[in-house]
Each structure stands twice: as C-alpha cells, then as structure tokens.
C-alpha cells in the first residue's frame, strides 16, 4: 500500500511586500511537489500598501490569505506565524492530517530552489527528525555589500551548520526552515515567541524537547541583502539582542540530557558572544592606539608592537591577519558556487575587515538596547526586482 503525501504549507510572512509578494507567491506555487500537496499561506500582517491586491490577483486554488488587522497584527513575525500555526493546525485537525503536516517558512522575498519539497521530504522521513534548516542564499549579490552577505550565509553559515549537524545543534533561521506540525504542538498555541530572533528560539525549545534538526545544502533559499550599511547594523543590533533574549534557555540546555555536550558548546558560543564584542572592541583599539603612539612618540611595548624595529614586520602581519579571512571565504565561495567570477570573490578581502566592524557596532547596538528594555521590531526594507 503506497504511503500517504504529505502535506507541505509555505507560510510566508507579508507586511506591506507589494515589490517582491507577487514573485514569492507564483515561485513557491510552481515547485516541484509531486510527492506532497502544496498549499501556500500568506499572512497578510496588517498590510497599509498594494499587499492585498497584489495577493487577490493571483488566482490558485492552493493560496491562502490570512489577513490580520490592528492590534494583533504588526507586532513582530512570531505572532504572525503563530496565527498561521493556528490556522494550519485546525485544517489539519479537521482532516486527520497531523501526522503528515509540514509548516515551512518562506520570508516574503524569498526563493526556494526547485527540488526543495522532495529534498526536505526525504530528511523529515526519519522519524527523529522534527525539523530541518536550508541552506540560505543572497540574490542581489550584484554589490559589494551583497556578495558579503553571500559569502557570510552560502560559506561560513553553511560550513558552521554543516559541523552543527554532525554534532546536533543545527539552528533555525528565520527564511528556509520546514518544521513537522506535530513536533510544534507540543509547544501549544504559540510555538514561535515575540523574541527578536524568534526562529533562533525555536530551534532551541526544538532541542531541548530532543527533536532532532538537521541541515539541507542541497536545496536552497535565496532572499535580497540589506542594501546599506545603516540597514545592516540595525538588522545585526536586532540578531544580537535577539541573542541576549534567548539567554533564558541557558539553565534548561545545561539541565537537559538530551543536548550533546559539544552541542552545549556551540548553543553558548552563539548566545554569549554578543555580551563578548564590546569589551574586545575597547581592547583591540587600545592596543591599536598604543602602537600607533608608540610610532610617532615614545615607544608603549604592546602585543603587536615591542619596538620600533619590529614595525614594518608587525604591520605586515597585521595587514595579513585582516585580509587572510576574507580571502579564505572568497576562495571558499568561488571553489564551492561557481556562480561568481574569481576576481570578485577575491576582492572580498578588501572589504571584509570592514564587514566584521559593522557587525561589531550592530553588536554593541543590540547590547544597548537590551540593557535600555528597548525590543521593539523594525521589518527589513525590500527592493524591487525584475520579473
């Protein structure tokens, strides 16, 4: 007797995306599902632009459109895929389908690569498995901050989740996670918090039930880059605040005998290093500021500098450790994509130092406002694309 389809729910998140909702939903509705039925539901979060009738345009049968209004709309993404949750879960009850559910995330512009339905299948038929995590990808690479972002979600992202996988800490993101409807209920009406990185948390409370998540490189989604360097710092004030939130679940991962012990490792690595970055950041510039002084005036011994002999070779060494990373993951990301020039990815190292300050000030920027009780929610700005 052949097995029962499961069924697949794209839930896509949408607050005033009249540039990107109509390419997001028509792309989610042509993949390849032939294993599985495809419903997709957008959450139309209390949309004030052209969202609604960009949506009542597209005609199919497998859409769904949840509108929320005012004041339980526009309060953060969590409650908004909550309500989604809510609406999957009676549909599912109604036709005795929760043991078949999936509930994928799909950020309003967001692409998933062809064969993604059939590949996350194929993980989520282990019955340990409750959830799994795709590969992320940036479109509008095109620009220097783009390619950056590409090379931080398709290289380093990917490598970290790809050693999280085999240790059993894999994290959810916020745009390509597919999780099972019945690992969710046990999490009762609001699987998803109001934390700021409620996709983070998630996969913490996924892991300290002893549900499984593993990571898929071989499907993938791709979203747009934040397009300016003032966006980014607030979107990475927003992930390390987001961090700190989540420093709640630290007793009960230390508690639970379900987490590995290198898994632990990693779940306080990620959610500590915020409250790390300023105290290295003061260091590192005083250090900076002694041997700078120590060349125009009287010579302060430090770490990178112990005479004025040792200048240039200090310098050198330093220039070398700033632009050696960038390098490496430019290389990374030429060898294993293929799909930008060597050229671009080497100059990457140029930029990359500077890459890693922003995500330092985005850093710091998170830390003041947790300390201030500051946790209110700013949606990433789309840009319009070609057709």
């Not at 004030?237 to 508690?255: E, F, K």
């Not at 003061?282 to 060349?295: M, R, T």
């Amino acid at each position: 007797m052949a097995a029962e389809q499961s069924i697949f729910w794209l839930v896509v998140p949408a607050l005033n995306e009249e540039l990107v909702i109509a390419g997001t939903v028509r792309a989610l509705l042509a993949l390849e599902a032939s294993d599985a039925q495809l419903r997709v539901l957008v959450v139309d979060d209390g949309s004030t632009d052209g969202t609604p009738a960009v949506l009542a345009g597209i005609d199919d049968e497998r859409l769904v459109v949840l509108r929320r209004e005012p004041p339980d709309a526009r309060i953060g993404k969590g409650p908004a895929l909550n309500a989604a949750y809510r609406l999957i879960r009676e549909v599912a009850q109604r036709e005795g389908t929760v043991g078949r559910t999936v509930i994928g995330v799909i950020d309003a512009d967001g692409r998933a690569s062809p064969g993604i339905v059939p590949e996350v299948s194929r993980y989520l038929a282990d019955p340990a498995v409750g959830a799994v995590q795709c590969r992320v990808r940036i479109r509008n690479r095109h620009t220097r901050l783009g390619l950056l972002q590409d090379v931080e979600f398709g290289c380093i992202a990917d490598s970290a989740q790809v050693l999280r996988d085999a240790i059993g800490s894999v994290g959810l993101g916020g745009n390509g996670q597919f999780t099972k409807l019945s690992a969710l209920m046990l999490f009762g009406d609001s699987p998803w918090s109001s934390c700021l990185v409620e996709d983070v948390e998630l996969g913490l409370r996924l892991h300290r039930a002893g549900i499984r998540i593993r990571y898929v490189r071989q499907a993938d989604v791709s979203q747009q880059a934040v397009v300016d360097v003032r966006r980014l710092v607030r979107q990475r004030g927003r992930w390390a605040q987001g961090n700190l939130q989540c420093l709640r679940h630290v007793p009960g991962l230390l508690g639970s005998q379900r987490v590995t012990s290198l898994g632990l490792l990693d779940f306080l690595h990620y959610l500590i290093t915020p409250w790390l970055v300023p105290p290295a950041s003061v260091v590192a510039l005083i250090l900076l500021g002694l041997s700078v002084y120590g060349q125009f005036g009287e010579l302060v011994p430090t770490p990178l500098v112990a005479s004025v002999a040792d200048m240039p070779e200090s310098l050198a060494i330093g220039v070398t450790a700033l632009l050696l990373p960038g390098t490496i993951w430019g290389l990374v990301h030429w060898l294993r994509l293929r799909d930008e020039p060597l050229e671009r990815c080497l100059l990457i190292s140029l930029s990359y130092p500077v890459f890693l300050l922003l995500g330092a000030a985005g850093s710091c920027r998170g830390i003041a406002r947790h300390l201030a009780r500051r946790d209110d929610w700013a949606k990433t700005e789309r840009v319009a694309e070609k057709a």
